[in-house]
């Protein structure tokens, strides 16, 4: 293969890492599958390309090692790197959940892999013992890389397998082994012992990171400004009190104020398009559907599922689909499909405390509204004075696209909307 003349093509149709794999074994980019994004090869495809090719070697050379080759294949499986969903070719090992030397059943959790947008397990593919690790946590691996292996065995391994195994290991230790352990360990409890109040250094997670770039992006990249104004929670909360029990009884989940600020939100945007539109290069999209992203906190950090065609779904199906995706988000079960191709979105602060915030947009959508704390305020109502519980919004926006008219207006049409929820109903 001339290299020189292909150079160009290989940085086209390549990654970076897969790209200097190819240079250094002169390889045929025409032989290989590409699986990244638009069918981009990356470093996993040019590995197993690799080790396919170095067993057609080694079948051709030996018929021994063939067969060697073969009962291997069939008794000893690798641990892949699955696809990890559209337009995302890397991810990081940030837990093993099992280690070399460990019995596993199928379609058991074995390690965590972190991408920009979720954690997911892969699920070992058939029984046996986790017979070698390759990859170490922290270590970034790509669609296809292999992770390590395990070796087929048709039972677990018995506690006083285990105990004997563990015992043997210690015995065949030299008396000055051990005690060179021993004075390593004592050495480091004096460290910690010293050093406890002093800093810790950790490394940003994948998805800390990737939070970090996209809340940038969107100060950088788009002219965001915030509005804001207050709502009168009272109607909102007299349905709720009169009909709380009559809906749970009936559909299993409890009526939250979020599928009110849903249905407010979207009948608000049907009438001013500009915010639940994008910019793509120089064309605004508008789109005639609604995906409402709903923020969710977890402990790593902030995730939008999408509430997919939110327009068409009731208020039970509403709050089923919250409840669900603040489980997902708990157990780190949310996939990439659960949190793509939203439109606009509703962050919640109010259920940690906050009384007023200027929320940040969710690149690459224009606008979304921030709900806060309800509080007791006095408020004029006609001639008098009354005490109503009230609860701020913001509205961040895109102004590149949305005129401070536009959104002003758009969100004193999601407060009438709160204050009246028969408007809602009526469409008005």
């Known amino acids: 293969m001339n290299i020189e003349a292909n150079m160009e093509d290989i940085l086209l149709r390549t990654m970076p890492s897969a790209a200097k794999l190819i240079r250094e074994n002169s390889l045929n980019i025409n032989e290989i599958i590409g699986t990244g994004k638009e069918g981009r090869i990356t470093k996993g495809d040019v590995l197993l390309y690799l080790k396919d090719k170095n067993l057609i070697v080694e079948n051709n050379l030996n018929r021994l090692e063939k067969k060697i080759s073969t009962d291997r294949k069939d008794n000893i499986m690798d641990i892949i790197v699955p696809t990890l969903g559209e337009s995302i070719v890397e991810a990081t090992v940030s837990k093993w959940l099992r280690k070399e030397g460990d019995y596993v059943e199928i379609d058991e959790p074995i390690v965590e892999l972190e991408t920009d947008k979720v954690t997911l397990e892969v699920p070992a593919s058939m029984e046996g013992l986790i017979e070698k690790i390759d990859i170490s946590e922290g270590e970034t691996v790509e669609v296809g890389q292999v992770l390590g292996s395990i070796k087929k065995a048709d039972k677990k391994p018995s506690p006083v397998e285990k105990k004997e195994t563990q015992t043997k290991e210690i015995s065949e230790k030299t008396p ?13 409890s004096n460290k910690n012992n010293v050093n406890f109040k002093e800093e810790e250094r950790v490394p940003m997670s994948r998805l800390r990171k990737a939070i ?29 009190t009169n009909f709380q029990p009559m809906f749970e009884k009936k559909h299993s989940v409890k009526l939250g104020f979020m599928s009110f600020f849903v249905k407010a939100v979207i009948e608000s945007l ?7 539109a994008e910019i793509n290069n120089d064309e605004i999209v508008y789109k005639n559907y609604y995906n409402i992203g709903v923020a969710v906190g977890t402990t790593e950090g902030l995730v939008v599922p999408v ?5 068409n779904m009731s208020f039970p199906e509403i709050e089923k689909n919250i409840v669900n995706f603040g489980s997902k988000a708990r157990d780190g079960s949310l996939t990439i499909s659960d949190m793509s191709d939203g439109t606009f979105t509703i962050s919640n602060g109010g259920i940690y405390g906050s009384l007023m915030s200027s929320p940040i947009l969710n690149p690459p959508q224009s606008g979304i509204l921030g709900m806060h704390k309800i509080q007791k305020r ?9 005490l109503r519980p009230m609860m701020y919004l913001a509205l961040s926006y895109d102004h590149r696209i949305i005129d401070g008219r536009e959104a002003v207006s758009f ?5 009438e909307n709160i204050e009246n929820p028969q408007r809602i109903l009526i469409g008005v």
């Open 176 to 188: 000055d082994e051990i005690k060179e352990v021993s004075i390593v360990n004592t050495n480091v």
């Open 212 to 240: 970090a770039k996209r809340l940038k992006d969107a100060q950088n990249n788009a002219a965001m400004l915030t509005t804001y104004n207050e709502v009168d929670m009272t109607e909102v909360m007299k349905i709720r």
């Open 270 to 276: 049907r009438e001013f398009p500009a915010v639940n």
């Open 307 to 311: 509430l997919k065609n939110a327009e």
């Open 378 to 386: 006095p408020v004029a109502i006609g001639d008098n004075i009354e």
């Open 411 to 415: 969100l004193v049409r999601v407060k």
